[in-house]
């Protein structure tokens, strides 16, 4: 689950500490009322889910694909959303980071403020060497 400090803010992921801007994001989101869709590039860091106040958690399942692979760029997929008593949202993510390198280290950022206690994050899938 991912809260963070400030509602509704972004958690964003940079791979292998790229701070620069490689980095490009689309989203749609929706909440049962209306919908919103966006995209950016260049960023500093691609977006995968959203934060929340801890009182009503975003939960967010992310794949990155191709993540050993030098001769593609990255790209991540993430589905995200919450309930808050009938008026949560559902998120639909995609980030590209523009570059071949094979992904080594993953930071994950609050867009604003700091992640809440209790944030937790979880690897999984990586077959070992």
């Known amino acids: 689950m991912c809260f963070g400090s400030n509602d509704d803010e972004n958690l964003y992921i940079r791979f292998n500490s790229d701070s620069a801007s490689n980095y490009a994001r689309h989203y749609l989101e929706g909440n049962g009322t209306a919908a919103s869709a966006s995209a950016t590039a260049p960023d500093t860091g691609g977006v995968f889910s959203n934060t929340s106040n801890g009182t009503s958690p975003y939960v967010s399942v992310c794949d990155i694909f191709d993540y050993r692979d030098t001769n593609k760029f990255k790209t991540i997929r993430a589905l995200s959303g919450r309930d808050k008593n ?44």
Request: charged share 5%; net charge positive; proline share 0%.
């Open 86 to 129: 009938g008026s949560g949202s559902i998120a639909l993510r995609s980030s590209l980071w523009r570059s071949t390198s094979a992904i080594t280290s993953i930071t994950i950022l609050a867009g604003v403020g700091t992640l809440s206690s209790g944030s937790h994050f979880a690897l999984y899938g990586i077959k070992g060497a």
